[in-house]
């Protein structure tokens, strides 16, 4: 299993900073490789993005974002995909309430204001204990200003249309893990537990004291997560 390579595809507004410990020790005998999400504005067109840029078969793990994106590669080419881990993700459409929210969001950046934006969202991000972790704040800072106004407006556009992916998840035949942080407050336990439910054999990981962010707030416990789920004999 060590030669198969790892795609990792990050959160809104997150780059490779978001798997930084994950990528120094997965990658010892294999490719480790993080998607570019920021080019196109439908989860659709990213993952045709991702693919063409893709090993012909690989292990695939995607938060938040990342984990629709996920969830349409799987749609699309599950010929591809060895095996799947969503983190901190939801099979949903958006919600009115957080379409809207998200209208806001690129309404203040097209004003200019997107200097603000990661400030606006860091206190949803993470558990609450992390609040006043500034060398935290600094890291979401630090990959806003990685990604970008144009590319942020491109990736809330995705969001906002993609589908609701219950019904295609009962297709996932590949080992599927579900990892979530107990403290996630955009997508919740609750919703990673009916994902796991939906996906045939999938198996369920919750990180204790991890927020939305959970590799980047619990990263030994999240690479544990995902050593198992790439190790011939864990859990899949």
Request: glycine fraction near 6%.
């Amino acid at each position: 299993m060590s030669s198969l390579p790892v795609l990792f595809v990050p959160g809104l507004n997150c780059t490779a900073s978001l798997w930084a410990t994950q990528l120094a020790a997965l990658g010892a005998g294999r490719a480790v490789i993080v998607a570019d999400h920021g080019r196109s504005e439908t989860i659709a067109a990213i993952a045709h993005d991702v693919l063409a840029d893709a090993p012909p078969r690989f292990a695939l793990a995607g938060l938040s974002m990342g984990g629709y994106v996920a969830m349409e590669i799987l749609r699309v080419a599950p010929e591809r995909v060895d095996r799947l881990c969503l983190l901190d993700t939801q099979p949903y459409a958006d919600a009115p309430e957080a379409s809207e929210v998200r209208r806001q969001l690129i309404d203040i950046t097209e004003r200019g204001g997107f200097s603000k934006i990661a400030a606006m969202q860091y206190p949803k991000l993470v558990a609450p204990a992390r609040l006043d972790d500034t060398d935290l704040q600094k890291v979401v800072r630090a990959m806003a200003d990685a990604t970008g106004p144009a590319a942020f407006i491109r990736q809330q556009k995705a969001i906002l249309s993609r589908i609701d992916s219950r019904p295609s998840l009962a297709a996932i035949a590949c080992p599927t893990t579900v990892v979530v942080g107990a403290e996630d407050q955009l997508t919740p336990p609750v919703m990673a537990r009916e994902m796991a439910e939906l996906v045939p054999g999938a198996h369920l990981v919750e990180i204790p004291d991890a927020g939305h962010l959970s590799p980047l707030e619990r990263p030994d416990a999240v690479t544990a997560a995902l050593a198992a789920w790439l190790g011939d004999d864990g859990p899949r």
